[in-house]
């Protein structure tokens, strides 16, 4: 286990490979999940040293918070855990959903969160998505009015643009931003990146390994049938261009005796800012794929090596 990380400004420290809870329990995102697998995903990453993880009220809808509050309650060891969950989404009696980043919503979020998560208080909480009329400082003010009552412990924002993220941290409350990032999609570092670093809060990328391709698994003969089909980055030639980057990687993944994956988590983690990742596992055997991450240790000359891949 290696040594934990802080989160931003914040009083949590997590082991840098921390867990995207999303395929546990979230039935909207993946067909056929298996509870008890989820279940036992969240155990084995707690057995094994995994102390940060992350789940979100549209996960299910609801019933990644509640699958993982019955962990919480089954193992104990609450104290020793990070849990970051999120919401912003509002569902109305027709079951149309839009976003919504008003106190008193956000305030209904985190109460229902804790009846879920079966717990006092939450570590991290998130404003999911931004909405087009709450002011983000007002939002993330109510955030740390709940913060001051002991019911979140630090305050997230979740793909905010650069200016709706200084609008949230007027006041200098945002402890963590979360936001898509990865070697193929890098814009972050054009203002995401440079102002978290700037402000200490911590970077969490999502969509890590890019849906997979670039954990080194996919051919030119793979073929897709879910989101990745209408992506980009699996098209025609691009894909075949994108195969070809993450290609090589692998003689530093041989050189190190691990996967491709681990090499481009580990990567992440020489980033200003980004301190903690949270790579998604739907079996308990990804998880200790996983954390064999914090066994890489990349030279300056390979840093270098992979961005120039990359860029």
């Known amino acids: 286990m290696s040594n934990k990380t802080r989160l931003g400004k914040s009083d949590l420290w997590v082991n840098p490979i921390g867990l995207g809870a999303n395929a546990v329990g979230g039935h909207n995102l993946y ?12 155990r084995t990453a707690v057995a094994n040293g995994l102390n940060f993880i992350d789940t979100a009220f549209i996960y299910g809808p609801k019933r990644s918070e509640e699958l993982i509050g019955e962990v919480l309650k089954e193992i104990g060891k609450r104290d020793e855990l990070v849990i970051a969950t999120k919401g912003a989404h509002k569902f109305n009696e027709q079951g149309d959903v839009s976003i919504d ?19 006092d208080y939450i570590d991290l909480f998130y404003i999911h998505f931004p909405d087009d009329s709450t002011p983000k400082d007002e939002a993330v003010g109510e955030l740390k009015k709940l913060k001051d009552e002991g019911k979140i412990r630090a305050i997230g924002v979740s793909n905010f643009s650069i200016d709706q993220l200084k609008e949230a941290n007027k006041d200098g409350h945002v402890d963590v931003l979360q936001s898509h990032y990865n070697l193929f999609k890098r814009d972050a570092e054009q203002d995401l990146l440079p ?48 195969l070809e980057k993450v290609e090589k990687l692998r003689p530093i993944a041989r050189a190190k005796g691990v996967e491709i994956a681990h090499i481009v988590l580990a990567w992440y983690l020489t980033r200003d800012s980004i301190d903690a990742i949270i790579p998604g596992a ?4 990804q998880v200790l794929d996983n954390l064999k991450t914090l066994d890489v240790q990349l030279t300056p000359q390979e840093i270098e090596q992979i961005n120039h891949i990359f860029v």
């Open 31 to 42: 067909p056929n999940l298996d509870e008890e697998a989820g279940k036992e995903v969240v």
């Open 101 to 119: 980043n008003s106190p008193a919503f956000l305030r209904d979020s985190v109460e229902s969160s804790l009846k879920r998560l079966q717990t």
């Open 195 to 242: 102002y978290t670093a700037e402000q200490n809060i911590s970077f969490i990328p999502y969509f890590p390994l890019a849906s997979g391709l670039l954990a080194g698994k996919y051919n030119s003969e793979t073929r897709f049938n879910d989101l990745r089909a209408q992506d980009p980055l699996f098209a025609g030639e691009a894909f075949q261009h994108n």
């Open 282 to 285: 739907k079996r308990s055997d």
